[in-house]
């Protein structure tokens, strides 16, 4: 069953999961950052990112109600979609994909894939998404953890770090 807590130290911060990862997320975000309310939401993103993948953090963090995204996951799923095709995209990958890159709903992951059925398509698909643009330029200044993944998908897949237009 899972459970939500707003962080008591940051309430810009809520954990979702099981009482024992809000519990511990807690804890090791109280530890580490003691000061987080004092940062601004493009710098706790990334040190919240930070913490996800070095301290393996379970609990789900949404900043003002934004899921912050694990860089380690998220760059591990995409490699895996490299090497073995789009039927290895984890549900992780498909949400990520779905709300953060500028992708409409398509009713569930196997669309996704149906629309995107090779890494050829996933790679045009990051040139130019769904709304016309880069994905690196749909996401909002702000949403510094998810652009530092796509920066790094970006390289993965051998875009130009030229913006395209």
Known sequence: MSKSKELKIDKRVRLFGSKYEIDTAEELIERFYPNLKDLDESTARIELQS????ERVKATILFDGNGVYSFD?????IRRVINGGMEKMTDRLYQFLNLCCGSIAHYNKQ??????????????????NEFGKRVLDHIPYWKTDV???????????????KSWK
């Open 51 to 54: 913490l996800i993948d070095t």
């Open 73 to 77: 996951m998220i760059i591990r799923d």
């Open 111 to 128: 669309g996704w894939i149906d629309t995107y059925p090779t890494v050829k398509h996933l790679r045009q698909f990051f040139i130019r």
């Open 147 to 161: 652009k530092r993944i796509v920066e790094e998908i970006e390289k993965i897949l051998r875009i130009p770090q």
